[in-house]
Nanobody, 123 residues
Framework: LQLAESGGGLVQSGGSLNLSCVDS????????VGWFRQAPGKELEAVSC??????????YYTDFVKGRFTISRDSAKNTMYLQMNSLKPEDMGVYYC???????????????WGQGTQVTVSS
């Protein structure tokens, strides 16, 4: 896996961003993958995860983003997405994608991290 995130930026409160995570190693389809957030002064936290296609795209969302964020993946493009709507200042941070061979693993001990993309939400 060689993961790279993009799509971050500055947006006003209530706005939207769509993050992308591309695997240049072309093996993403075999992994459960997830998005994680590192906010200033806070611990890294799991935001959303999605299982590989063998498990019908089983998803996980942390309570804070349910109903606002949508995770998806396109195996043909080796890409995972995070559509973020109704953004709040509390959503700010560096967003990383990571992968693991299992859904349980990606939510607890993810591996193969990307370099991160900054999301800034102005109030």
């Amino acid at each position: 896996l060689q993961l790279a995130e993009s799509g971050g930026g500055l947006v006003q409160s209530g706005g939207s961003l769509n993050l992308s995570c591309v695997d240049s190693g072309h093996t993403l389809r075999y992994y459960a993958v997830g998005w994680f957030r590192q906010a200033p002064g806070k611990e890294l936290e799991a935001v959303s995860c999605i299982n590989n296609s063998d498990y019908d795209g089983q998803t996980y969302y942390t309570d804070f983003v349910k109903g606002r964020f949508t995770i998806s993946r396109d195996s043909a493009k080796n890409t995972m997405y995070l559509q973020m709507n109704s953004l709040k200042p509390e959503d700010m941070g560096v967003y990383y994608c990571a992968a693991h061979t299992t859904m349980a693993g990606v939510t607890t001990t993810p591996e193969s991290w990307g370099q991160g993309t900054q999301v800034t939400v102005s109030s």
